[in-house]
Each structure stands twice: as structure tokens, then as C-alpha cells.
Nanobody, 123 residues
Framework: QVHLVESGGALVQAGSSLRLSCAAS????????MGWFRRVIGNEREFVASIRWNGENTNYADSVKGRFTISRDNAKNAVYLQLTNLKAEDTAIYFC????????????????WGQGTQVTVSS
């Protein structure tokens, strides 16, 4: 059974930084594109970032480009999202996801989802 467990969410002030982590188990981690999506209450999940299985290719939503960085450690079955210069509009639940496809910019391209971690940015 596949498990994706996110951690690192917090309440922070605008301009702060956070690092989200996702621990994966039950899947061939190195064969999957890993992604991060986020959802504001009442809205659809939106793509944030994805990283290819080998870590050499990444994609970002325009709204986070230059502020967020996705990375992975295949030896640890982990994927990370570094968030910097946080804004109030970044407040959301952040989800870790796994896909067999790349670049996998749409939620329906993902097979597995974590439960999410809450990031709240106060202005």
C-alpha cells in the first residue's frame, strides 16, 4: 500500500520560509514523478511543482516560480518543497503526489496522494 506523508506545514508571517517534506513508502519511488499541489478551502487543487524521477527536470506554477524549489532524495524516498518569500495567498493545504507520467501538471495524472499539511501565512 502506498503512503505519502507530508510534514513541515506551519503558521508563519509573510516573507518567511518553510520546508515541506514528504516521506514515501510502498512504491518504486525512483520510478515516479513527484509533485506538490495545494488547495484553498472551497477551491480546486492547483499544481505547484513537479520533479522528474531523476531530479534533473522540474516544473513550477507561475505563481510560485522563483520562490519555491522542489527537490528529491531517492535514497531516502523523500521529496521536498522549499518555500521562500511566502505570501498570504500561499495559504493552503499542500499535498504530496506521485505519478508515472511527466511533467504531470494536472491532478488527474497523479495516482497517489498524501493527506496534506497546512501552511498558513499571516500578512
Amino acid at each position: 500500500q502506498v503512503h505519502l506523508v507530508e510534514s513541515g506545514g506551519a503558521l508563519v508571517q509573510a516573507g518567511s520560509s518553510l520546508r515541506l517534506s514528504c516521506a514515501a513508502s510502498g512504491l518504486t519511488f525512483g520510478a515516479h514523478t513527484m509533485g506538490w499541489f495545494r488547495r484553498v478551502i472551497g477551491n480546486e487543487r492547483e499544481f505547484v511543482a513537479s520533479i522528474r524521477w531523476n531530479g534533473e527536470n522540474t516544473n513550477y506554477a507561475d505563481s510560485v516560480k522563483g520562490r519555491f524549489t522542489i527537490s528529491r532524495d531517492n535514497a531516502k524516498n523523500a521529496v521536498y518543497l522549499q518555500l521562500t518569500n511566502l505570501k498570504a495567498e500561499d495559504t493552503a493545504i499542500y499535498f504530496c503526489t506521485a505519478s508515472r507520467l511527466y511533467p504531470a501538471l494536472r491532478s488527474y495524472e497523479y495516482d497517489h496522494w498524501g493527506q496534506g499539511t497546512q501552511v498558513t501565512v499571516s500578512s
